[in-house]
């Protein structure tokens, strides 16, 4: 049974489950990375830096982008959450900027944005990662300067927002691909927090599963108050790819339909990579190598303000060879030397 002495009550263990209406909106967690996570948060949440959420899908980014915002200033103020990923483009535009009347073939009236919406609050924009060239060049400019214009109108609108922004991809490597705006990157990762997946903090399993066990056991009203012995253990051992959001889910379904199957789905092994579609060890190898090199010349070029010259001296390659690759890997934006500068400060 030591597996599950992993989730044992435990001094540290602190719920976060108030609001300002008082509902519940939990965060429930006993792991050390999570608890210092969850103290950055309330340290920030004060300021109005941007704050960038990574994590796997399922994680909690959303229950942590709520918790900066109701633990902010601005926590009387208007919390807008807007998933880049969900609209195209020109949608996600009018949904963020919002339109004046005539700005384009039907749009009979003016429409506020969700960034006017959420004046003196927050804007949260969930895969932010999945968000266009053009969207990311105009909101590069809110964060500058704090004004943005609807679509089809004259003067710009200035705004007072907070904007929080998570995503599930690995932000830096868009980058370094060429698909997103390094000068962006540096304005939103001011402060990054990034989320573990449930499988690094196996400690939480058990806390979370009795937290959902009787949040969703009173709601549908469930004869079922716990699960067996060998069913938790599966759980604590399972890999969870869909994280706390699977967790929830598999509970919700087993209080209202208990399956006996469970436990066999929760050992049965992850689909594994067919043979002959494996890459072979040296493509592994070559594929980290240059990982390896992008990763450091971007934390060089940082480094050096943009400085390709000096860059290339750091990294006792010649100055053409560095800057071929500066091209393979489509990394050719010039970064401001103040974003080079806070991004120093900051390492
Ligand atoms: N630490 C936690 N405590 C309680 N519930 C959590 C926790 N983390 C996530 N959840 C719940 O899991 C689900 C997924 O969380 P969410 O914030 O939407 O994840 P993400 O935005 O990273 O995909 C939500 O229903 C959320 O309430
Ligand atoms: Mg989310």
Known sequence: MNNLELSKPHEEIRTFDR??????????TSNPKMLRIIDIARLV?????PILILGESGVGKDVLASYIHRHSDRAHGPFVRLNCAALPTELLESELFGYDQGAFTGAGRSKPGKFELADNGTVFLDEIGEMSPHLQAKLLHVLQDGEFSRLGA?????VNV???????RKLQEAVLRGEFRNDLYFRLNVITLDIPPLRERRGDILLLCKYFLEKYGKKYASSVEAFPQDLLEACVW?????NVRQLENIVKRQLILPDGDLISELHSPRRLVPVQCAPSLKEIGGRAAEEAEKNVALTVLQQT???????????NISYKAFRNKLKRWQLSRECPNWQAEAQSRLN
């Open 19 to 28: 609001d300002r209406e008082g509902t519940t909106q939990g965060f429930v």
């Open 45 to 49: 949440a004060q300021t109005d830096v």
């Open 154 to 158: 004259r003067w710009p609108i200035k």
């Open 162 to 168: 907070r904007i929080l922004a998570a995503t599930n």
């Open 238 to 242: 399972y890999d969870w790819p869909g």
């Open 305 to 315: 303000g943009w400085n390709r010259k000096e860059s290339a001296r750091r990294l």
